[in-house]
T-cell receptor, first 112, second 114 residues
């Protein structure tokens, strides 16, 4: 069956450290993968997109990697801040059509 | 731009009642998506439209759910009759087009069916 799995446990890290979130997928052939941030009571907000032929993408303190062999994307936040505390969702679109799938999200708390 | 607008923000209704959720996408966006989010199942795509035409409704749970997009600036998601298991947060999102374009989400409607 098709699955998108993110860190099942909530992630707590100290301010200033690098947070690494994992997104693993099974039985998909994604054309690209996106990462979103969601704060309580609000809709997801787009952060980064990485295509299947890209290995890494950066934006300020954020870095995303995409390994189609491992079927995995890693999302890194360097020099983390308490304001980075949120739920982070990965999402992918299959290259066979326009279906869009989200993972269940990882809750990140950055401790001051 | 005001972003994606959804109404109502909260809806509490009794089982068996009809519920209508509304969405106004960002002006100029050609694709509109309806999602449902629960703790158990996460964020699920219910249906999406391209240029007001429903393209894929395979995520709609059953015939009690229906969605329309009569014009480029308005869409509705209707549940009739509603059931307690429909309780969730329903999000509307829009993008310039499907594919690699960013989806912009509305604030969501929290639906509680008693």
């Amino acid at each position: 069956s098709q699955k998108i799995e993110q860190n099942s446990e909530a992630l707590n890290i100290q301010e200033g450290k690098t947070a690494t979130l994992t997104c693993n997928y099974t039985n998909y052939s994604p054309a690209y993968l996106q990462w979103y941030r969601q704060d309580p009571g609000r809709g997801p907000v787009f952060l980064l997109l990485i295509r299947e032929n890209e290995k890494e993408k950066r934006k300020e303190r954020l870095k995303v990697t995409f390994d189609t062999t491992l079927k995995q994307s890693l999302f890194h936040i360097t020099a983390s801040q308490p304001a980075d505390s949120a739920t982070y969702l990965c999402a992918l679109e299959e290259n066979t059509g326009n279906q869009f799938y989200f993972g269940t999200g990882t809750s990140l708390t950055v401790i001051p | 731009d005001a972003g994606v607008i959804q109404s109502p923000r909260h809806e509490v209704t009794e089982m068996g009642q009809e519920v209508t959720l509304r969405c106004k996408p960002i002006s100029g966006h050609n694709s509109l998506f309806w999602y449902r989010q629960t703790m158990m199942r996460g964020l699920e795509l219910l249906i999406y439209f391209n240029n007001n035409v429903p393209i894929d409704d395979s995520g709609m749970p059953e015939d009690r759910f229906s969605a329309k997009m009569p014009n480029a600036s308005f869409s509705t998601l209707k549940i009739q009759p509603s059931e307690p298991r429909d309780s969730a947060v329903y999000f509307c999102a829009s993008s310039l087009r499907t594919g690699t374009d960013t989806q912009y989400f509305g604030p969501g409607t929290r639906l509680t069916v008693l």
